[in-house]
């Protein structure tokens, strides 16, 4: 009998409590899916006409795939509200609001790869509260470390339909089965190389970068003689360095002082993944778990991946 997401309730102390959680993203992952499959046909690609918070213009499908992701947090019945790439505000979930977890997402990661059929994707991280259940959830409670993290993942928009999730117990991926119509255990226990064959980095900012990162990436590439893949969506060049190992990293750059990713929403849910399968996710020297939040959207620097190949980097 193939292993479904059911397998999460039981790895380690989370898993039963994450379970519903990861169901329902799994459910909005399938919703997602279907809707950017058939999108050319019903002109839903292309420009929603509208920014988010990053100034950012917004994608049709960025603005669908947020609804049908808090539809399905809203049906788990235990999260209390959701913290978007899409919404400038915390949006509490009315009818729960008395509940334990918190959700920070990224509904369509990578969403300007849609109108060249690119891969793309959704990343995801689960807090406990900070205030209490009878209060009404609070944005200060989006606000904690990598090492509070109960769950993350990310879901692959790929020639498959991928997730792969941590509960703290190892990482683990499923596959979208068509003919079961459910995700089943294709990756167990995901572990990053210890080395890999790969950086992935937009190099056309080089001349930009902060820090001396140019000249850091100049020297590894000297080093070790490194190939370069990029595609521009965080999801799928992250999957590929978790499977291949290597190191991902989009520093700081003379437009982007603090970094273009987001702390809360990318970087952490992936440096926890990254770290779970035993590689290394670290920002402007201190490790990505390790900042403490200030704010919903704040940005940070990213360097991910194998310890020897982000050691080689940031040197
Ligand atoms: P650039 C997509 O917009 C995103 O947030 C990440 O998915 C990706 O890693 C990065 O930005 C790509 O940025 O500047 O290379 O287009």
Known sequence: MPTTLNNIAKQGANGAAMMPVIQGVGRA???????????????ALGGAGSENVQGEQQQMLDV???????????STGFVCAVGSEEQEELLVIEEYSHADYLVLV????????????????????????????????????????????????????????????????????YTFNPGSARFELSHGDIRIPETGGYYSVNESNK???????????????????????????????????????????YPADEKNTTGKLRLLYEAIPMGFIMEQAGGKAMSSGIAVLDIEPEALHQRVPVYLGSHTNVDSLLG
């Open 207 to 249: 001349d930009k970068w902060l820090d001396g990162m140019g000249d850091h990436l100049d020297r590894m590439k000297a080093d070790t003689g490194l190939g370069m893949r990029y595609v521009g969506a965080m999801v799928a060049d992250m999957h590929r360095t978790l499977l291949k190992g290597g190191v991902f990293l």
């Open 29 to 43: 992952a399938i919703e997602i899916a279907a809707v950017l499959r058939g999108a050319v046909f019903r002109g």
């Open 106 to 173: 990224d509904p369509l990661d990578g969403s300007s790869n849609l109108d060249v059929d690119g891969p793309v994707g959704t990343i995801f991280s689960v807090v406990k509260r900070k205030t209490p259940n009878s209060d009404t959830p609070h944005v200060s409670d989006t606000l904690q470390s990598g090492k509070e993290v109960i769950a993350a993942g990310y879901v692959l928009y790929g020639p498959s339909l991928m997730m792969v999730c941590s509960v703290g117990d190892g990482v683990h991926g």
């Open 64 to 74: 669908l795939s947020d609804e049908i992701f808090l539809d399905e947090m809203r």
